[in-house]
T-cell receptor
């Protein structure tokens, strides 16, 4: 069955340090891939997306993600974290082949805390 | 601001009651999606409409129903509410069936 896994429930980094949030999926083909961020009490904001083409994608707020087909992964990175990046991050996938629409399947989320 | 609006922001009601959540998609978007976010289930897809027609259904209970109107706004109806229905309900919209979804701020439902 198709699934999305975010192995890290919580991550704490110091301000200015680099960040990598992991996302793995289980699927026989290449899905559409997304990262969303949710600040406390807020909705979900789209950070970046991958449909096809260049496997390194740039997003908003200085984030980037790399699609690695061989590892079924789509990890989110940021070279230098700011205190305002503290939030919950969700990886989301559209499994195209079994999808009459394009509904998102979400990972469990990773809560990022930033130390001053 | 994503351009997707949801009302009300908060809703407190009692078990057995019925509520209606409303969503207005971004201007020009034809597809509307409903998701439920709860502590035990995480973010789960409920249902999708495209240009007024139901397109896909997820783990939506029979007590829940939705529709999309000719002006493309959508409503999610939740009936015979149970304590376990307490959650954050998100609406999202996309321009078509192939592009990214933009989320509204959500409606927090509390069932007492």
């Amino acid at each position: 069955a198709q699934s999305v896994t975010q192995p890290d429930i919580h991550i704490t980094v110091s301000e200015g340090a680099s960040l990598e949030l992991r996302c793995n999926y289980s699927y026989g083909a290449t899905p559409y891939l997304f990262w969303y961020v949710q600040s406390p009490g807020q909705g979900l904001q789209l950070l970046l997306k991958y449909f096809s083409g260049d496997t390194l994608v740039q997003g908003i707020k200085g984030f980037e993600a790399e699609f690695k087909r061989s590892q079924s992964s789509f990890n989110l990175r940021k070279p230098s974290v700011h205190w305002s990046d503290a939030a919950e991050y969700f990886c989301a996938v559209v499994f195209r082949e079994y999808n009459a629409g394009n509904m998102l399947t979400f990972g469990g989320g990773t809560r990022l805390m930033v130390k001053p | 601001d994503s351009g997707v609006t949801q009302t009300p922001k908060h809703l407190i009601t009692a078990t057995g009651q019925r509520v209606t959540l409303r969503c207005s998609p971004r201007s020009g978007d034809l597809s509307v999606y409903w998701y439920q976010q709860s502590l035990d289930q995480g973010l789960q897809f409920l249902i999708q409409y495209y240009n007024g027609e139901e397109r896909a259904k997820g783990n939506i209970l029979e007590r829940f129903s939705a529709q999309q109107f000719p002006d493309l706004h959508s409503e999610l109806n939740l009936s015979s509410l149970e304590l376990g229905d307490s959650a954050l309900y998100f609406c999202a919209s996309s321009v078509d069936l192939y592009n990214e979804q933009f989320f509204g701020p959500g409606t927090r439902l509390t069932v007492l």
